[in-house]
């Protein structure tokens, strides 16, 4: 099983919907997760950090719910630049940080 | 533009050939980070340095794989007898700053395609 576990999609929304992505994690030893985002062919970059007690970034909001081992992100008003692959992602620290990244939600939004 | 900048950013190669990525990490920062990601696949972790220290490598990193970081600079990763399996993105990453949050700033990667 996979350390970190999302549903790849695609999720095929209009332009103005709202959409949610959803995480499952397994190692317990994380401690801290974020949402990266990848453009088709393009490096991953960070999209927010998630917080146990939620937060949102304009449209965005993440959850964590360390007691289920499950992690979101919501999107509203979805723009058609929103359109990549959200990837899912949780550290572990050993000394060093490492991030493992489940293997990512794509998203298409159409006009 | 991350700051962090990879060499070659394709690389076509026959069965069996040797390959050699380099990595330019963010000026001056210890930590450095190889990834590797296939098709339909997140990145997952290949080894880690600080500084020239490798201090941890991944069960992905056969005896084929080598990487290096010789003076705390620029990494490389080496692929000696390359396989099919072998084809994917290669990804070099470095935290932004110094404080470690966890946020990695990603080259571009080195997009290796063995025939």
């Known amino acids: 099983r996979k350390e970190v576990e999302q549903d790849p999609g695609p999720f095929n929304v209009p332009e103005g919907a709202t959409v949610a992505f959803n995480c499952t994690y397994s190692?317990?030893?994380?401690?801290?997760f974020f949402w990266y985002r990848q453009d088709c062919r393009k490096e991953p970059k960070l999209l927010m950090s998630?917080?146990?007690s939620g937060n949102e970034d304009g449209r965005f909001t993440a959850q964590l719910n360390r007691a289920s081992q499950y992690i979101s992100l919501l999107i509203r008003d979805s723009k058609l630049s929103d359109s990549a692959t959200y990837l899912c992602?949780?550290?572990?620290?050993?000394?060093?940080?490492?991030?493992?990244f489940g293997a990512g939600t794509r998203l298409a939004v159409h006009p | 533009d991350t700051g962090v900048s990879q060499d070659p950013r394709h690389k076509i190669t026959k069965r069996g050939q040797n390959v050699t990525f380099r990595c330019d990490p963010i000026?001056?920062?210890?930590?450095l980070y190889w990834y590797r990601q296939t098709l339909g696949q997140g990145p997952e972790f290949l080894t880690y340095?600080?500084?020239?220290?490798?201090?941890?490598k991944s069960r992905l990193l056969s005896d084929r794989f080598s990487a290096e970081r010789p003076k705390g600079s620029f990494s490389t990763l080496e692929i000696q007898r390359t396989e099919q399996g072998d084809s994917a993105m290669y990804l070099c990453?470095?935290?932004?700053?110094?404080?470690?949050?966890?946020?990695?700033?990603f080259g571009e990667g080195s997009r290796l395609t063995v025939l």
């Open positions: 992602v949780g550290l572990v620290s050993g000394g060093y940080n490492k991030l493992i």
């Open positions: 190692n317990s030893a994380s401690q801290s």
């Open positions: 998630v917080y146990s």
């Open positions: 000026s001056e920062h210890n930590r």
């Open positions: 340095f600080q500084n020239e220290a490798q201090l941890e």
């Open positions: 990453a470095s935290p932004p700053g110094r404080a470690d949050t966890g946020e990695l700033f």
